[in-house]
């Protein structure tokens, strides 16, 4: 996999605006590393990889996983990804991609057939993700939820007693 495609297979489905703010960078360089036609400066690579937190040898030099901290062939499920597991055959994430690559950069109908595909997982995989944190969220605002109840239940019995003492007092004085 060349340079311009592991930029590629990094931005993903990051519009080229989007990922050149992120790192910090023109969009007009960013085309230009993606169409091969300049690299950047170890300043900047070292500045994508921080951001991203991809392997700097796999940008730079293709070689090891994409992301520090992953075995050479397989990503480590974050804790919103589904953790499914790789074909037994030779599986290499940078062979995939390279092959996607090639398959939506050809004019057949399979093109068409492979973008339609990775959208519709790619929807599933977000929407996976978004369900996740709705549901952290959820649990969030079901414990401040009751812990709002506690506190209006103790300030209920607070002002229960203040007017009690009031009664009292009123009462006294006659």
Same mark, same amino acid.
């Given at each position: 996999?060349?340079? /311009?495609?592991?930029?590629?297979?990094?931005?993903?489905?990051? $519009?080229?605006?989007?990922? &050149?703010?992120?790192? =910090?960078? @023109?969009?007009?360089?960013?085309?230009?590393?993606?169409? =091969?036609?300049?690299? !950047?400066?170890?300043?900047?690579?070292?500045? %994508?990889?921080?951001?991203? #937190? +991809?392997?700097?040898?796999?940008? +730079?030099?293709?070689?090891?996983?994409?992301?520090?901290?992953?075995?050479? $062939?397989?990503?480590?499920?974050?804790?919103?990804? !589904?953790?499914?597991? !790789? !074909?037994?055959?030779?599986?290499?994430?940078?062979?995939? +991609?390279?092959? $996607? %690559?090639? +398959?939506?950069?050809?004019? $057949? %109908?399979?093109?068409?057939?492979? &973008?339609?595909?990775?959208?519709?997982?790619?929807? &599933?995989?977000?929407? #996976?993700?978004?369900?996740?944190?709705? *549901? #952290?969220?959820? *649990?969030?605002?079901?414990?401040?939820?009751?812990?709002?109840?506690? *506190? @209006?239940?103790?300030?209920?019995?607070?002002?229960?007693?203040?007017?009690?003492?009031?009664? /009292?007092?009123? =009462? *006294?004085?006659?």
């Amino acid at each position: 996999m060349t340079f /311009k495609e592991r930029l590629r297979a990094l931005r993903g489905d990051m $519009t080229q605006a989007d990922f &050149a703010n992120r790192a =910090g960078i @023109n969009v007009n360089t960013l085309r230009n590393y993606e169409r =091969g036609d300049s690299i !950047p400066n170890l300043e900047i690579a070292a500045s %994508i990889c921080r951001y991203f #937190e +991809v392997n700097s040898d796999w940008l +730079v030099l293709g070689e090891g996983p994409m992301h520090r901290g992953d075995n050479a $062939t397989t990503t480590a499920p974050t804790q919103n990804q !589904p953790q499914a597991q !790789p !074909p037994d055959d030779d599986f290499k994430m940078t062979d995939m +991609v390279t092959k $996607t %690559i090639e +398959v939506l950069e050809s004019d $057949t %109908i399979y093109r068409t057939a492979l &973008a339609s595909n990775i959208n519709a997982f790619h929807q &599933a995989v977000r929407s #996976e993700r978004t369900l996740a944190r709705l *549901e #952290e969220r959820m *649990e969030q605002l079901e414990k401040r939820m009751e812990e709002l109840a506690s *506190e @209006n239940a103790y300030l209920k019995q607070r002002l229960e007693q203040h007017e009690g003492n009031n009664a /009292k007092a009123v =009462g *006294e004085d006659g």
